[in-house]
Each structure stands twice: as C-alpha cells, then as structure tokens.
C-alpha cells in the first residue's frame, strides 16, 4: 500500500504562534489529500479537501483565515495553524487519495499542543 | 445526509474471546463501506473494506460482510489477541460526495491476557 508520512509527529507552540504541519505521499503521487482534526477519544472530523494546484475546499465551521492549506505540488499538502490558541490543541491527520487504488492512505497524525 | 452509527465502547475482552463491532449506515446511492483501526498515538489504518452489497472483506482475521437489506457493516473476529486492542472506525464512502469518508464515532476495544 501507499505510504503517506507527516511532519512533525508532535509540537509544542506558545499561543499566538503558528503552526506548519506537513503532509507528504512518498511513493505516489497525490492530486487530492485531506485534512482531519481529532478531538481525544472521538471519531475524525474533516476539515478541509486540498486539491494540487487549487484552493482547499473547507467543511462548515472550518475557519479558512485560521487554518491554511496550501497542497503546492503532487506529493506535499501543509495546514498552518496561525495564531494558535489552546483551543487548537488536537490530533491532526492527513490523508492522501491514491487513485490507483481508489482508497485514502492515512498520515500518522501530528499532536499539536497550545500553551 | 450520509451517517455512520457504531456500538460505543470501550469493549473489554479477554483473549481469545468473539469480538462483535456493529456499524450501520445511511447513505443515498451504494456507497463503499470501510472498517479502519487505530491503535495509540497513531493515524488510521485501513483493516478491511467491500464495495458491493454481500461482498465480504477480511484481514488479519477480522470480517464484515456489506449488508445492503440491514444497510449494516458489522465487523467480527473470532479469536481476539492482546495486539487487537486500538480503535476502530467504521466509514462510508458515496459516490454522491466525491471522496470523502464518513466516520463513525469509533469503538475502542480493550483486549486483557
């Protein structure tokens, strides 16, 4: 199956601060990734599409001026946190659409704490 | 819209015990039915999935057969392991919304020796 990496796997940010968080497919190429977020002991909650070359398409609720997508080229997606407050604070995982086996590969996910 | 309903844990087994996760849907169209596992401090990964209605899909032990007249997705195992514990996620994929899953809210299973 398809690999799909994450970068890093945990942060630490003082509030106000941002946050890049990198989503990269390893040995294919990726014209749709997603973005989760995952509250402790919940299900996934979408975010955002990020289609290469695009703007991301964000779910209801989603603040797009908070949490920017940029999904530059086949194989790498970013979601910056900016100004990150306690709140913030989650599991967030990516995930890469490869067509050839028309599934979703999932990143190991990045925990992002906000003091 | 699309929905996805699972059995809420934690579920508590001992080893070697029947493990039963029942997930429903509601979905328009036919849409694709997946089970993803979770163990700690880790992202998604996918355990199993079927396409069609009656179609079975098995991994590492674990099955669930689509159930289109019950629109149910129920995963089972026979003989658990103290490696199975983690959470799982049942998920749909409809046509009708690109490709985008839907989550259920997850099941998290505790295996004890």
């Known amino acids: 199956g398809a690999v799909v990496s994450q970068h890093p796997s945990w942060v630490i940010c003082k509030s106000g601060t941002s946050v890049k968080i990198e989503c990269r497919s390893l040995d294919f190429q990726a014209t749709t990734m997603f973005w989760y977020r995952q509250f402790p002991k919940q299900s996934l909650m979408l975010m955002a599409t990020?289609?290469?070359?695009?703007?991301?398409?964000?779910e209801q609720g989603v603040e797009k001026d908070k949490f920017l997508i940029n999904h530059a080229s086949l194989t790498l997606s970013t979601l910056t946190v900016t100004s990150a407050h306690p709140e913030d604070s989650s599991f967030y995982i990516c995930?890469?659409?490869?067509?050839?086996?028309?599934?979703?590969?999932f990143g190991p996910g990045t925990r992002l704490t906000v003091l | 819209g699309n929905s996805v309903t699972q059995m809420e844990g934690p579920v508590t087994l001992s080893e070697e015990a029947f493990l039963t996760i029942n997930c429903t849907y509601t979905?328009?169209?036919?849409?694709?039915l997946f089970w993803y596992v979770q163990y700690p401090g880790e992202g998604l990964q996918l355990l199993l999935k079927?396409?069609?209605?009656?179609d079975k899909g098995s991994n590492k032990g674990f099955e669930a057969t689509y159930r289109k007249e019950t629109t149910s997705f129920h995963l089972e195992k026979g003989s658990v392991q103290v490696s199975d514990s983690a959470v799982y996620f049942c998920?749909?994929?409809?046509?009708?919304?690109?490709?985008?899953?839907?989550f259920g809210g997850g099941t998290r299973v505790l295996v004890k020796p």
């Open positions: 998920a749909l994929r409809a046509q009708a919304a690109g490709n985008k899953l839907t």
């Open positions: 979905a328009t169209g036919y849409p694709s």
């Open positions: 079927a396409t069609k209605a009656d």
């Open positions: 995930s890469s659409l490869a067509g050839v086996y028309n599934e979703q590969f």
């Open positions: 990020s289609n290469e070359g695009s703007k991301a398409t964000y």
